[in-house]
C-alpha cells in the first residue's frame, strides 16, 4: 500500500510564504508524475502543479510565479514552495503521485490565507 504524506500547510497572512511537503513510501524516481491539487470549500479539486519524472513541469495560470514544485528524489518527496499567498489560495492541498500501477492521494494538508 502506497502512502504519500502531506505536511506545512497552516495559518498565514496575504503576502507570506508557506512550503508544503509530500512523503512517499515509495522511491518517487519510478513516478511518472507527481502532482499538487487543492480544493476549496464548495470548489471543485484542481490542479495547481505536477512535475513529470524528467523534472517539466506546469502550473496553474493562478499560481503561476509564486509557487515553486520541485522533488527531491533521494527523499522521496516532493515540495510546493509557495510565496505571495493570497486568501484565495485558501483550500486543502493534497499531493497525487501516478506509478505504473495505478495513481495514489495523499490525505490532504489545509492552508489557510488571511487577508
Known amino acids: 500500500q502506497v502512502q504519500l504524506v502531506e505536511s506545512g500547510g497552516g495559518l498565514v497572512q496575504a503576502g507570506g510564504s508557506l512550503r508544503l511537503s509530500c512523503a512517499a513510501s515509495?522511491?518517487?524516481?519510478?513516478?511518472?508524475?507527481v502532482a499538487w491539487y487543492r480544493q476549496a470549500p464548495g470548489r471543485q479539486r484542481e490542479l495547481v502543479a505536477r512535475?513529470?519524472?524528467?523534472?517539466?513541469?506546469n502550473y496553474a495560470d493562478s499560481v503561476k510565479g509564486r509557487f515553486t514544485i520541485s522533488r527531491d528524489n533521494a527523499k522521496n518527496a516532493v515540495f510546493l514552495q509557495m510565496n505571495n499567498l493570497r486568501p484565495e489560495d485558501t483550500a486543502v492541498y493534497y499531493c497525487?503521485?501516478?506509478?505504473?500501477?495505478?495513481?495514489?492521494w495523499g490525505q490532504g494538508t489545509q492552508v489557510t490565507v488571511s487577508s
Open positions: 512535475i513529470t519524472s524528467d523534472s517539466n513541469t
Open positions: 497525487q503521485a501516478m506509478w505504473v500501477d495505478g495513481v495514489y
Open positions: 515509495r522511491t518517487i524516481d519510478s513516478t511518472i508524475f
